[in-house]
């Protein structure tokens, strides 16, 4: 797997130069600073300087203190790992819980239409942004992050929880500016749809952790750009939201046609291009 177990009765010692192959060759995808020291029986306060000579040959890299990742000789140009092979180990190390969500989580569910430029994060606490060799890795803090429904996709690194489907539609309905504005997320609902139609009573359990204006938004795109069934349990479902009228585009001004059907000002006119 991804981790390394050293045991305190036996430690085998490596020479420093030989640690990218060491960590490649029994599929270690991270390993700490702690572990470092053991296997080159060293003082942990010395291993930073002895992965100098490594960070500069590109072969090892170190995404957060204290932890450092094998680059695999197909990605020493990128200077580390994708992403995706990375964030677990990372957000372990950093002891916070995640999922990966919005545009990047609808890339791996099938809404690939454009590609996102950034690698996009859900986050139990604050993280600062980080850029990992060609990862721009942007992380947003997110309440209620256990109760959003997940699936899990393989990675170098472990078992990586992305948005599912319903919670994805749900976090780009909701976050469209994160999303790139509203005919982005107007193709990403089409096009999540048509990789694989959402369960309509998940979106409906899912949207009490959203404000009503994602779920009023998310249902208002379904039922204009998708030949959805079960529309209706939707409009109820937002009926019975007590908030004020919603804004179609919340980027936009405040002057449109009211929806009532929705709840929903069409303040904005919406241009998918799929």
């Given at each position: 797997?991804?981790?390394?177990?050293?045991?305190?009765?036996?430690?085998?010692?490596?020479?420093?130069?030989?640690?990218?192959?060491?960590?490649?060759?029994?599929g270690i995808s991270s390993i700490t600073t702690?572990?470092?020291?053991?296997?080159?029986?060293?003082?942990?306060?010395?291993?930073?300087?002895?992965?100098?000579?490594?960070?500069?040959?590109?072969?090892?890299?170190?995404?957060?203190?204290?932890?450092?990742?094998?680059?695999?000789?197909?990605?020493?140009?990128?200077?580390?790992?994708?992403?995706?092979?990375?964030?677990?180990?990372?957000?372990?190390?950093?002891?916070?819980?995640?999922?990966?969500?919005?545009?990047?989580?609808?890339?791996?569910?099938?809404?690939?239409?454009?590609?996102?430029?950034?690698?996009?994060?859900?986050?139990?606490?604050?993280?600062?942004?980080?850029?990992?060799?060609?990862?721009?890795?942007?992380?947003?803090?997110?309440?209620?992050?256990?109760?959003?429904?997940?699936?899990?996709?393989?990675?170098?690194?472990?078992?990586?929880?992305?948005?599912?489907?319903?919670?994805?539609?749900?976090?780009?309905?909701?976050?469209?500016?994160?999303?790139?504005?509203?005919?982005?997320?107007?193709?990403?609902?089409?096009?999540?749809?048509?990789?694989?139609?959402?369960?309509i009573s998940s979106i409906i359990g899912l949207?009490?952790?959203?404000?009503?204006?994602?779920?009023?938004?998310?249902?208002?795109?379904?039922?204009?750009?998708?030949?959805?069934?079960?529309?209706?349990?939707?409009?109820?479902?937002?009926?019975?939201?007590?908030?004020?009228?919603?804004?179609?585009?919340?980027?936009?001004?405040?002057?449109?046609?009211?929806?009532?059907?929705?709840?929903?000002?069409?303040?904005?006119?919406?241009?998918?291009?799929?």
């Amino acid at each position: 797997m991804n981790m390394l177990n050293i045991s305190e009765n036996r430690i085998e010692r490596i020479r420093a130069t030989d640690l990218t192959n060491y960590l490649l060759s029994r599929g270690i995808s991270s390993i700490t600073t702690t572990e470092i020291a053991a296997l080159l029986g060293i003082p942990a306060k010395q291993v930073p300087q002895r992965m100098q000579a490594l960070k500069r040959k590109g072969v090892i890299m170190a995404p957060a203190k204290g932890l450092w990742m094998p680059v695999p000789p197909e990605y020493m140009t990128w200077e580390a790992p994708p992403a995706i092979d990375m964030i677990d180990s990372l957000m372990k190390h950093l002891g916070a819980r995640y999922y990966v969500g919005w545009l990047s989580a609808a890339a791996y569910l099938g809404a690939s239409h454009h590609a996102p430029q950034v690698f996009q994060v859900a986050v139990s606490r604050s993280i600062r942004n980080r850029i990992l060799g060609r990862s721009d890795i942007r992380f947003f803090h997110r309440s209620n992050i256990d109760n959003i429904s997940k699936v899990l996709i393989e990675s170098k690194s472990g078992m990586t929880p992305i948005s599912s489907r319903e919670a994805t539609m749900l976090d780009i309905a909701n976050d469209v500016s994160i999303a790139g504005g509203l005919d982005s997320v107007a193709n990403l609902v089409i096009e999540l749809y048509e990789a694989e139609k959402p369960s309509i009573s998940s979106i409906i359990g899912l949207s009490q952790y959203y404000p009503a204006s994602a779920l009023r938004r998310l249902g208002w795109l379904l039922e204009n750009f998708t030949d959805t069934g079960d529309i209706n349990l939707l409009k109820e479902a937002a009926s019975n939201r007590e908030a004020a009228a919603s804004l179609l585009d919340p980027l936009s001004g405040r002057n449109g046609i009211l929806d009532a059907d929705w709840s929903l000002k069409l303040n904005s006119i919406v241009e998918p291009d799929v």
